[in-house]
């Protein structure tokens, strides 16, 4: 008897993984490659829309560049990239760019007696700072900004990305934009040559990182900083006004972004507007013109469109900010004009 | 086995020798070439390591000449790359890790097989040999969550306001108190190397026949004369063929040491200073070089000259263990 419901219960177990398998088959995958930066959201997309519109995106998040060679060699049906492709890169490539989501850089500090988002700081200052040019927190610069705050007689240690990554790209892009010194003497690329301070791996590197040194400084993305409760400040934006990290000031610097450039790769780095964030960068996603397999480059578009259209309030609960519905109908309009599967459009809704 | 021995000459000739002969023969033949299959494969898949490797940096290897070596410029932006620090960052935390380490694990070994209770030498024999077992990420973490605080708080500042201050040797203690850094990275592979170095000390201080100890003894030598003038002179190559292999795992060492070296592109006079290895920087580059640019090949260059630096090291350690062998 005790046999027989044992026989019988693993008869199942062994059936089980087949039944599942079956309602997977009926699932269109989809594979994709590259950015770490908006992993998690298009992580959460991947879940909801498993089961929502029955497309199963398997997603690796190994950094921008090898998800520029995979798409290259088109091992994946994807690639994601936090910097944008050159028009000529992507005519090489036969690659479509488009934008799927934006984010934004946060600065962190650890200094004795100073919470969050009450140290002012500005573009030039910091591209100093990790520059190494200025090394105490009590330097007459940013004694000056911050009256209302004592700063202690300690040494600011710099803390960087020192594995490639998009959240490198975004910030020193921001950085070059407010320091010509930066631009001339480092640059902007997804690893950079910092001279000063240490580097740490992953943003959990750097926010630990910070965590552990008295008087560093850091920058992660936004949405690891408030998870993470971390200590972050304010920032001088074009406008000449000192804004917090919020939701509401990325939201104004992503409204006034031209968007129909080569590659949609709008420039959100220290835009205008009274309450825009400084630091807020698309990321994207790009499309094979000429897929080998319609059916699966359809369904990458399909799982897009499904997470323009649903997506928008996973993506704010994860501190990303979703794209205006004008550049939605955008990217639409690209894939049918420029995605062909045997001189037809692929996209045809 | 008596039986099986007197068996075969009773049975009939025809019978037996007939199923187990052919088969047995065909049998030889395959496991033969499989073996030398399995040997072969071994050397192929370290030639095409090899060639491959230094193909892939061939192009690093054209556009910057033999200075890439010691170039210290890295600059993924301009795509300007030199092998300088990572080269001193390896080298340099792998000689300060093995001096570290080294006494420590003379100590366990000398410990072990000298001095301690018999019934002690199991439990911690068995201890040593479980440190060399955990996962080098283990470490890295370990090194970057609780040492690197420890040191950039209460070590560093330390040191630094002390033997800092000091003329020329000063300038190897100088530098704000990161916590992470050459030193760090060094202290953490010293840990993750000890085990290496005293399991092989303990088992060739055992080799020694206890004849020239026990002679010694009977000279009314002390414990610590027998080990420096007997068994020390007798396993001496061994010992250095030991250090090798923890050099040599400490040239490689990755993950543990990218947690804490402070990764920075700079030869630093300080030992607390930032540096990176060249195993650091391969693992923490390769995700965002794109294939056929610059930066991939200096990578793979790189892995090229580590590969060699290793080499060199097992290879020296190999020499050293057989001429104590023939000896």
New interface residues.
């Given amino acids: 008897m005790n046999r027989r419901t044992l026989l019988a219960a693993s008869g199942l177990a062994l059936a089980s993984p087949l039944l599942s398998r079956n309602v997977l088959a009926q699932q269109a995958q989809i594979t994709g490659a590259g950015a770490s930066f908006p992993n998690p959201v298009y992580q959460k997309w991947a879940e909801a829309a498993r089961s929502a519109a029955g497309i199963a995106l398997n997603y690796q998040s ?5 998800g ?2 995979q798409i ?2 088109r091992t994946v049906d994807f690639g994601a990239s936090d910097a944008p492709l050159t028009a000529q890169q992507l005519t090489e490539a036969n690659l479509l760019q488009f934008p799927s989501v934006m984010g934004s850089v946060v600065p962190i500090v650890n200094i004795p007696g100073v919470e969050a988002d009450k140290l002012k700081l500005t573009g030039e200052l910091v591209a100093d700072i990790y520059l190494g040019k200025i090394t105490k927190w009590n330097d007459a610069k940013l004694v000056e900004l911050n009256r209302g705050l004592t700063l202690p007689n300690l ?1 600011i ?1 710099p803390a960087y990305r ?4 998009g959240t490198t790209f975004v910030w020193v892009s921001y950085l070059s934009a407010v320091s010509p010194e930066w631009k001339e003497k ?9 001279p000063a ?5 992953g943003n959990e ?1 750097v926010a ?2 910070v965590k ?4 560093a400084i850091g920058y992660v993305e936004n949405a690891y900083a408030t998870t993470n409760k971390l200590v972050t400040t304010q920032l001088r934006n074009k406008a000449g006004q000192f804004v917090a990290p919020t939701q509401a000031a990325f939201v104004a610097a992503a409204s006034s972004a031209n968007w129909n450039v080569p590659g949609m790769a709008a420039n959100l780095i220290d835009q205008q507007g009274e309450t825009s964030w400084p630091i807020v960068s698309p990321t994207f996603i790009l499309l094979p013109k000429n897929p080998t397999d319609a059916t699966r480059s359809l369904n990458v578009m399909k799982f897009f469109d499904w997470a323009f259209k649903n997506g928008t309030q996973m993506a704010q609960e994860l501190e990303y900010i979703p794209l205006p519905n004008t550049v939605h109908d955008m990217i639409r309009a690209a894939w049918k004009a420029e995605v062909k599967a045997n001189g037809q459009p692929v996209w045809t809704l | 086995m008596q039986q099986a021995a007197t068996l075969p000459l009773g049975a009939p000739m025809d019978a037996k020798p007939h199923r187990t002969a052919s088969p047995g023969r065909f049998g030889d033949t395959v496991f033969s070439a499989a073996c030398h299959a399995a040997g072969g494969f071994v050397l192929l898949l370290l030639g095409g390591i090899i060639v491959e490797l230094f193909i892939g940096g061939l192009p690093a290897f054209r556009a910057f000449g033999l200075p890439f070596i010691w170039s210290t410029e890295w600059d993924p932006v301009t795509e300007v790359f030199g092998a300088g620090v990572s080269i001193y960052g390896t080298i340099v935390t792998a000689v300060l890790a093995i001096l570290l380490a080294v006494p420590v694990a003379f100590g366990v070994a000398f410990y072990l097989t000298e001095l301690s209770p018999p019934w002690l030498r199991r439990p911690v024999g068995t201890a040593v040999e479980l440190l060399a077992a955990v996962p080098s990420i283990i470490y890295g973490m370990w090194g970057f969550f609780l040492i690197a605080p420890i040191m950039g708080q209460y070590v560093q500042p330390a040191v630094i306001d002390t033997i800092g201050e000091l003329p020329l040797i000063g300038e190897l203690f100088q530098g704000p108190p990161f916590g992470t850094g050459i030193f760090t990275a060094a202290l953490i592979l010293a840990i993750m190397i000890l085990p290496f170095i005293a399991a092989t000390m303990r088992d060739v201080f055992e080799q020694v026949p206890p004849v020239f100890k026990e002679s010694a003894y009977g000279l009314g030598c002390t414990t610590w004369e027998v080990m420096r003038g007997v068994v020390l002179p007798y396993t001496r190559i061994s010992v250095v063929g030991g250090i090798m292999l923890g050099l040599g795992r400490a040239l490689g060492e990755t993950m543990a040491v990218t947690f804490v070296i402070g990764n920075a592109n700079r030869i630093s006079t300080s030992l607390f200073g930032p540096g990176n290895t060249i195993a650091s920087v391969v693992a923490l580059e390769f995700g965002e070089s794109e294939m056929g640019s610059l930066k991939l090949s200096a990578l793979l260059a790189l892995g090229f000259i580590l590969f060699v630096l290793s080499f060199i090291v097992l290879a020296a350690s190999r020499f050293l263990l057989r001429s104590r062998l023939k000896a």
């Fill in positions: 190994v950094g921008s560049g090898a520029i060679n290259r060699n040494a240690a020192a594995d490639g990554s480092v640059g902007i690329g997804t690893s950079v040559r910092f301070g240490t580097g740490a791996r590197g630990g990182t552990n040194i008295r008087g």
